[in-house]
């Protein structure tokens, strides 16, 4: 499956953004998507998931109540809606990919470790500066 993010950009601070990330080569159902973030000298960092199969969503500490994760089957498309973005949101913004089969691994599914190198798509530059 190959992952393309997209939807970056320079931001000032207190305002949204909406990031996609579309998936190709298989059906988006059969997988959970991931976001991650990595800000420069630092670790790349879990955002939000969605299984979606069942829609059940997954988020950070950091992103509850500002981020939401959604997504549409038909169009093969996973969203990030970022509302309230701070400086401290100023990172490369990628997605991740995880095949369903078995039991979820939930809240996992955050962490960057779980993931194979081909399981990612190139990021998106999200820079939230006044």
């Known amino acids: 499956v190959q992952l393309q993010a997209s939807g970056g950009g320079m931001v000032q601070p207190g305002t949204s953004l909406r990031l996609s990330c579309v998936v190709s080569?298989?059906?988006?159902?059969?997988?959970?998507i991931a976001w991650f973030r990595q800000a420069p000298g630092k670790e790349r960092e879990g955002v939000a998931c969605i299984n979606n199969r069942d829609k059940r969503t997954y988020y950070a500490d950091s992103a509850q109540g500002r981020f939401t994760i959604s997504s549409d089957t038909t169009k093969s498309t996973v969203w990030l809606q970022m509302n309230n973005l701070e400086p401290e949101d100023t990172a490369v913004y990628l997605c991740?990919?995880?095949?369903?089969?078995?039991?979820?691994?939930?809240?996992?599914?955050?962490?960057?470790?779980?993931?194979?190198?081909?399981?990612w798509g190139q990021g998106t530059l999200v820079t939230v500066s006044s």
């Open positions: 080569g298989d059906d988006l159902e059969n997988y959970a």
């Open positions: 991740a990919a995880d095949r369903l089969g078995g039991p979820s691994p939930g809240t996992i599914w955050l962490n960057p470790n779980y993931y194979e190198d081909e399981s």
